[in-house]
C-alpha cells in the first residue's frame, strides 16, 4: 500500500542515515502537489534520477493556504500525499507545516536536494541553502515544462 510510504521526518532521517551506510543517495523536493500534472510527474521523474531514492517534502494544508492564499489547496494533505506516493517514482512522502521545509530539510540532511527551474540556487531561502551547506549537500535544479503549473491548470478550468 502506498500509504506506508509516508512517513515522519524523523522515520525519513533513519533512513537517509541507512542509505548512507549503504552508500546510498537521498534526493529531497518539497512542494505543494495540489493539482497534480505532468509538469509535476517529469519533475518528480527527473529527480528521482538524481539518486537512489526520492522523498518529497508536502506541504501541510494550513502552509499551502499561506503560500497561496484561501481556496487552496484544492485537494486535503493526507489526499495529495497519497497520490504523490503512488508515483513510481516516489518513495517517500513527509507532510510538513511550515512554509519553507527548513525544519524538515535539517532533520533529513539530504544528499541531494532538487528544485525546479523557477529557483536558482542563490534565490532559495537563504536558512535553507545554510542547511544544505553544512549537509554537504548537491543541488539541483530541474527544468520545468512549460505551461505546466497547478495555477494554469486553474485559470483554464474557471474561463467560461
Known amino acids: 500500500m ?16 541507512q542509505m548512507e551506510r549503504a552508500g546510498q ?22 529527480a528521482r534520477e ?3 531514492a526520492l522523498a518529497v517534502g508536502l506541504n501541510s494544508d494550513r502552509s499551502v493556504r499561506e503560500l497561496k492564499g484561501e481556496g487552496r489547496p484544492i485537494n486535503a494533505e493526507d489526499d495529495r500525499a497519497e497520490v504523490v506516493a503512488a508515483l513510481g517514482c516516489v518513495d ?7 512554509k519553507r521545509a527548513t525544519d524538515l530539510l ?10 525546479g527551474g523557477d529557483y536558482t540556487p542563490e534565490s532559495l531561502d537563504p536558512d ?4 544544505l551547506a553544512a549537509a554537504d549537500a ?3 535544479i530541474l527544468p520545468l515544462l512549460p ?3 497547478t495555477t494554469a491548470v486553474l485559470e483554464r478550468m474557471c474561463q467560461p
Open 128 to 131: 535553507e541553502r545554510a542547511i
Open 92 to 98: 517517500y512522502v513527509v507532510i510538513f507545516d511550515g
Open 138 to 140: 548537491e543541488v539541483q
Open 25 to 46: 543517495k537521498l534526493v529531497f523536493t518539497n512542494g505543494c502537489f495540489d493539482l497534480l500534472h505532468a509538469g509535476h510527474v517529469r519533475y518528480l521523474q527527473q
Open 2 to 17: 502506498h500509504r506506508a510510504r509516508i512517513l515522519t521526518a524523523e522515520a525519513l532521517s533513519g533512513v537517509r542515515d
Open 50 to 52: 538524481l539518486g537512489h
Open 147 to 149: 505551461g505546466r503549473s
Open 106 to 115: 535539517r532533520a533529513v540532511r539530504p544528499q541531494v536536494y532538487a528544485k
